[in-house]
């Protein structure tokens, strides 16, 4: 499944529960979802968009988003993301890349980060 979303340039995105990898990239496009239809559930309102998938997921995001992730079963993977990150629990690796402010909770293995 492909899903393109309006949001504004600055979105609230909150990501409740990933159970697969997470890959997330800024871009200056709307937000694009990528995943297995079956397991993505997705909620826009009161300024903020929610989501949760079973499996893995693919986003790209306006290039000032901000984040809230709860729950990422595997991997997560982001970069080109501007606003506040804020992430609480990651299962497997976490890599960020060319990121504004992020805020980490608990990693299940490796960590890297590089701005350019």
């Known amino acids: 499944m492909s899903r393109t979303i309006s949001a504004g340039k600055t979105p609230k995105i909150k990501v ?3 159970g697969g990898d997470l890959s997330v990239v800024g871009w200056d ?3 694009l979802v990528k995943g297995d239809e079956d397991d993505i559930s997705l909620v826009q309102g009161d300024g903020e968009i929610s ?10 995001v306006p290039k000032d988003s901000s984040f809230e992730f709860l729950t990422i079963g595997g991997d997560a993977s982001i970069r080109g993301v501007q606003g506040n990150i804020d992430l609480q ?12 402010s992020v805020t980490i909770g608990s990693i299940g293995t490796d960590f890297s980060m590089r701005n350019a």
């Open 51 to 60: 989501i949760s998938c079973g499996s893995d997921l693919a986003l790209r």
């Open 16 to 18: 409740e529960s990933i």
């Open 89 to 100: 629990d990651i299962g497997g690796d976490l890599s960020i890349r060319d990121a504004g």
């Open 29 to 31: 496009g709307d937000i």
